[in-house]
Nanobody, 124 residues
Framework: QVRVVEDGGELVKVGGFLRLRCVGT????????IGWFRQAPGNEREFVAA??????DYADSVKGRFTLHRDNVKASLFLDMSNLKPEDTAVYTC???????????????????WGQGTQVTVSS
């Protein structure tokens, strides 16, 4: 069974750093597109970043602050978040596009497998 599980979320101060991890189970992790999305209370879910064999994309709101690192041997994708702001507070969820038919990485409908999410809270 294909699954993705996130961890790493916690309380951090403004300007701080946090690393989230998304671990995949199942075969062919290296071929999946993996994306991170976030949702704050009262807000719509929004795209954060995604990576595939073809490209890596970031939302404008996190460019220059967030970086993706992929370790296919460990079936893991890391989201390094620097210079965190209060508006980064949200539940962060990773998702996997298994069949690879998706067009835009920012489109949540292309992802077939979703994790449970991990809470990131940025305090001032």
């Amino acid at each position: 069974q294909v699954r993705v599980v996130e961890d790493g979320g916690e309380l951090v101060k403004v300007g701080g750093f946090l690393r989230l991890r998304c671990v995949g189970t199942g075969n062919a992790f290296s071929s999946w597109r993996i994306g991170w999305f976030r949702q704050a209370p009262g807000n719509e879910r929004e795209f954060v970043a995604a990576t595939s064999s073809a490209s890596t994309d970031y939302a404008d709101s996190v460019k220059g602050r967030f970086t993706l690192h992929r370790d296919n041997v460990k079936a893991s994708l890391f989201l390094d978040m620097s210079n965190l702001k209060p508006e980064d507070t949200a539940v962060y969820t990773c998702a996997a596009d298994i069949d690879g038919y998706g067009d835009r990485s920012s489109d949540p409908t292309i992802y077939e497998v979703w994790g449970q999410g991990t809470q990131v809270t940025v305090s001032s």
